[in-house]
């Protein structure tokens, strides 16, 4: 947790946001995150994210690894430390303390709890046929590899 600490300040000192994650797996560090959304203008490069993709194992499944951040992760990140198939997340701050210092999560989790019909950001289903050909190309295709 020290070092993900470190990472925010880092972060805080180069004109990120106060945020930093490390992906460890067997007690050494395989990656490290630093927030870098208004330095490069990626919303989606939350300090966990980076640390996800800038893992050393070479791999995207990370079974076995766990993830230190500074704070909670948000929802995106929680759907990529999911997907990347982590063990455990460890975090100093929670989503709480975010939303005190200016970083308002809390109505992203709510918008996912609600149902579909109900949420703010309208998902509107639309050319299932035309979707559906492009999984059944994945599916014939011998050589895939599971996500």
């Not at 194992?57 to 690894?65: A, I, K, R, V």
């Not at 929670?94 to 210092?101: I, L, N, P, S």
């Amino acid at each position: 947790m020290c070092v993900a600490s470190e990472l925010a300040r880092q972060s805080i000192a180069e004109g990120g946001g106060p945020f930093g994650a490390v992906v460890v797996r067997e007690r050494r560090i395989v990656g490290r995150g630093l927030n870098r959304v208004v330095l490069t203008r990626d919303p989606t490069a939350h300090a966990e994210i980076v640390a996800l993709a800038a893992q050393e194992l070479g791999t995207h499944e990370l079974t076995g690894c766990e993830l230190f951040s500074s704070c909670e992760p948000c929802p995106m990140c929680l759907g990529a430390i999911h997907w990347a198939r982590i063990a455990r997340v460890h975090f100093a701050c929670d989503r709480h303390d975010a939303a005190a210092a200016g970083f308002d999560d809390l109505a992203f989790y709510a918008e996912l709890a609600g149902p579909l019909g109900e949420r703010v950001l309208p998902l509107l289903a639309d050319g299932r046929e035309l979707g559906l050909t492009v999984f059944r190309a994945w599916l014939a295709k011998p050589d895939r590899r599971p996500h």
